[in-house]
């Protein structure tokens, strides 16, 4: 069974820039988790998914960034403009249901400079 | 911020010796999990606890559910040079709606 992918690996960027993550879940998998781990801390939630609705976006800066799920399978996570406290790792996760296992792709290192 | 309390922060430990890390946290949670981040990769699940008092194996990695519901620990025997990585902590409440709330991780270092 294939994991969780997400695109691209690396990414440097200048501040105010743009940038843009795509993840695809694990098949069938109903709910899409976005994460920021910033260096020396535990991921922490941005957005959560349930097909394509929004269950919890609450620690998303909106004024900043996005992110969609439109067809309830993969997604995609905007900042614009970036600063550098952005810089991270975005993580993407994928569970059956709400309260299952989430597993985790292998994250896309940000650098804002 | 982060509601989970992880220590150490992090170990130098030599290959062979056990290895001990703890979570606590001031709210109740329901279920706790144990994560393992290798660099460059996303964390992978080690082990999930469901119940008070729980104590589940997985390989030579033991872990345990308070009986508080307030922290848990993850113990791992006779260090080999693999167990290298970051370990998370993790725990969800009732109401969470699958929030992970993370813990700061304990670094491994395992030296030959």
């Known amino acids: 069974e294939a994991g969780v992918a997400q695109s691209p690996r690396y990414k440097i960027i200048e501040k105010r820039q743009s940038v843009a993550f795509w993840c695809n879940p694990i098949s069938g998998h109903a709910t899409l988790y976005w994460y920021q781990q910033i260096l020396g801390q535990g991921p922490k939630l941005l957005i959560q998914f349930q097909n394509n609705g929004v269950v919890d976006d609450s620690q998303l800066p909106k004024d900043r960034f996005s992110a969609e799920r439109l067809k309830g399978v993969d997604s995609t996570l905007k900042i614009q403009p970036a600063k550098l406290e952005d810089s991270a790792v975005y993580l993407c996760a994928s569970s059956f249901g709400s309260q299952e296992t989430q597993y985790f792709g292998p994250g896309t290192r940000l650098l804002v400079l | 911020g982060q509601q989970l309390n992880q220590s150490p922060q992090s170990m130098f430990i030599q290959e062979g010796e056990d290895v001990s890390m703890n979570c606590t946290s001031s709210?109740?949670?329901?279920?706790w999990l144990w994560y393992k981040q290798e660099p460059g990769e996303g964390p992978v699940l080690l082990i999930a606890?469901?119940?008070?008092?729980e104590l589940t194996s997985n390989g030579r990695l033991t872990a345990q559910f308070g009986i508080t519901r307030k922290d848990s620990f993850l113990n791992i025997s006779a260090s080999i040079p693999s167990d290298v990585g970051i370990y998370f902590c993790a725990g969800l409440t009732t109401d969470s709606w699958g929030k992970l709330q993370f813990g700061a991780g304990t670094q491994v270092v395992v030296t030959p």
């Open positions: 606890l469901y119940k008070a008092g």
């Open positions: 709210s109740i949670f329901n279920t």
